[in-house]
């Protein structure tokens, strides 16, 4: 069986021809990315597979990327592998924050946004 491990460089621009299957183990920020991701397998009319680990903390971004894209998805619990988390709660973000949030990690524009804010002379 030949196994190939890449980044998010790999969602964009690579044609393997007849993959029959891709495993996202950590969710892409973006449902475009994630569409792009998935859309490497089951190309030209061939069979294709789309398995994304999902954990209590990153269901509710699999659900929304899953409503933006308009996916038929189906969330399935595999015998062995039944969640022992619970979802952490999101905080909501500060008043001063104008950024959103997607997950746990900061977006570009929120890292450039606390650079900017850092870097303002407190006069």
């Known amino acids: 069986m030949e196994v190939v491990i890449t980044t998010d460089l790999a969602s964009r621009g690579i044609d393997i021809a007849k993959l029959p299957v ?3 183990f950590d969710l892409p920020r973006s449902a475009v990315d ?4 998935i859309g490497r397998t089951g190309r030209a009319g061939e069979p294709g597979l789309a398995v994304s680990f999902v954990s209590a903390d990153t269901e509710a971004h699999f659900r929304l990327i899953a409503k933006r894209q308009g996916l038929p998805v ?13 979802a952490t709660p999101i905080t909501p973000p500060v008043a001063a ?17 606390a650079a900017a804010a850092q870097s303002k002379p407190l006069a």
Not at 34 to 37: D, G, M, S
Not at 74 to 86: K, M, N, R, S
Not at 99 to 106: A, F, H, L, T, W
């Open 22 to 24: 891709v495993v996202n």
């Open 34 to 37: 994630y569409v792009h991701r």
């Open 74 to 86: 189906v969330l399935e619990q595999i015998a062995g592998f039944e969640p022992t988390d619970i």
């Open 97 to 113: 924050d104008k950024g959103g949030i997607k997950g746990k990690r900061p977006s570009k524009k929120d890292k450039l946004r």
